[in-house]
């Protein structure tokens, strides 16, 4: 009311108000620490490598778009996409079933995407080993010297049904266990980034409120 006494340029409807009344007393800019950081960290890895072509299976759309500037990217996810970049195409499938030969990818990323496999969360089906699935078609399609980008939700193994798996790093060096791990990388609780971290070093950091951390690897197949 106080606003619309002194609006002298635009027309203004009590009708087609849209209040929002989270946000006026926000101290800081709100951001997400996770994802932010593993843009960062996955545009600047993949920017360094020698390959033209480069796979992306389900990470948000915006790093995709990003990362199609500088790469010609294959963006595959179980629900369809409806985008016009020249560099960009979209495939339609499931990273437990991955519609491409052996040894046929050296450039793949799948990020904040690993931990909520066979939850049912995106309307798949239930499957409690789909995460095992996934890793064993990202171990066929990659070709030796080829590299993954890699990154889920790691601390104390557990389910948090059905929005995501919790894993430990161990068990996802394990499940990758024909690639060389290149490097690690962390986000943590508190939403500080580490690029450069031993995996047999790591140890979740209990300081804040958030009960799980990022881990991003760089792996690279032997």
């Not at 030796?144 to 889920?152: I, P, R, V």
């Not at 929005?163 to 290149?182: D, G, M, Y």
């Amino acid at each position: 009311i106080n606003y619309k006494k002194n609006n002298e340029d635009f027309t203004m409807l009590y009708k087609e108000s849209f209040p929002i009344l989270y946000e006026f007393n926000s101290s800081s800019n709100p951001i997400d620490y996770q994802y932010f950081y593993q843009f960062y960290w996955a545009l600047e890895l993949i920017k360094k490598n020698n390959f033209v072509d480069h796979l992306d299976i389900g990470s948000q759309i915006q790093f995709v778009g990003i990362l199609s500037m500088f790469k010609k990217v294959t963006f595959l996810d179980i629900r369809r996409l409806n985008l016009a970049l020249p560099n960009l195409s979209f495939l339609e499938g499931s990273v437990t079933n991955l519609p491409f030969e052996k040894n046929s990818l050296f450039s793949v990323s799948i990020l904040h995407v690993f931990e909520h496999l066979g939850l049912g969360r995106y309307g798949e089906k239930l499957d409690s080993t789909a995460y095992k699935k996934a890793a064993n078609e990202l171990s066929r399609v990659i070709a030796a010297k080829g590299k993954l980008y890699f990154s889920t939700t790691i601390g104390n193994e557990r389910v948090q049904f059905n929005a995501q798996i919790v894993f430990s790093p161990n068990t996802i060096c394990e499940l990758f266990n024909n690639f060389k791990l290149l490097s690690f990388s962390l986000v943590d609780s508190e939403g500080k980034y580490f690029p450069k971290i031993n995996v047999n070093n790591y140890t979740f950091n209990q300081n804040s409120g958030n009960d799980f951390e990022l881990g991003m690897f760089e792996f690279e197949k032997k």
